[in-house]
């Protein structure tokens, strides 16, 4: 499986740093079972788990939107690859004056929209794509009028925006819509890294993870399956 976590101009560091290095120590504990063989009973994990940064232009430094914090992306974002695309959000104000020379978040995610449109519809199109997004990732999407329609979570100061843009906004840590999964705020990375251990190699690969960090995961993951509440 890979993993293409996308870079931009002014990205929120936690939004990648967490799910890379969870989806990281679940590419070794996929390994690990794969080397060693199943145990009675348990089916192997299937293939291996490949995270690498991206962005749209190819190999650069990108600048985060956090005291200069810099990461180097050693590729360009390929949609046209089986695996995961990851959108994280931006860092930055939340208001502000940009004629002022202000780079809002708002304003960040604007520009990694218009920029990385075209790529991202088509990584939404590819029927072996799934695109994850976390915080403001999927307002960026939305920005770009790529979601419309489509079930998502964003940051909770985003979530009118994102209705706006006429994407069912749910209240939920992670929602699945499918080919499109979304996390809520900055520290979500983390609770979709696992989610997307467990989706792909099972809850035993996730937990294993879960455990080396020693974190919990927080809420229930939102699909548009079930019965439908009587309040709703």
């Known amino acids: ?31 690990g079972v794969t080397a060693r063989g199943p145990a009675a009973g348990e089916r192997a ?31 360009r974002l390929r949609p046209d690859r089986p695996g995961y695309v990851v959108v994280p959000g931006a860092s930055g104000p939340v ?10 978040i708002p304003v960040l995610l604007a520009r990694f929209a218009e920029s990385t449109a075209p790529l991202m519809r088509t990584a939404l199109d590819n029927p072996d794509v799934t695109v994850a997004t976390v915080c403001g990732g999927s307002l960026a999407l939305a ?5 419309e329609g489509r079930h998502a979570v964003t940051h909770h100061l985003g979530m009118d925006v994102l209705e706006a843009t006429g994407v069912h906004a749910v209240q939920a840590r992670i929602v699945d819509d499918g080919d499109l999964i979304s996390s809520g705020g900055v520290t979500s990375g983390l609770d979709l890294g696992l989610y997307l251990l467990e989706r792909e190699f099972g809850p035993r690969i996730a937990h294993a993870v879960e ?22």
């Open 45 to 75: 994990a299937a293939g291996t788990l490949d995270v690498e940064l991206v962005t749209a232009e190819g190999p650069r430094e990108v600048v985060s939107g956090t005291r200069g914090l810099t990461l180097r992306a050693t590729a």
């Open 143 to 147: 920005m770009a009028g790529l979601i």
């Open 95 to 104: 208001s502000g004056d940009p004629d002022q020379g202000v780079q809002t």
């Open 211 to 232: 455990t080396l960090f020693e974190h919990e995961r927080r809420g229930v993951v939102w699909r548009a399956t079930g019965r439908t509440p009587i309040a709703a």
């Open 1 to 31: 499986m890979l993993v293409q976590m996308v870079l931009f101009d002014g990205f929120d560091p936690l939004d990648v740093v967490g799910p890379f290095e969870v989806l990281a120590a679940g590419g070794d504990a996929v390994a």
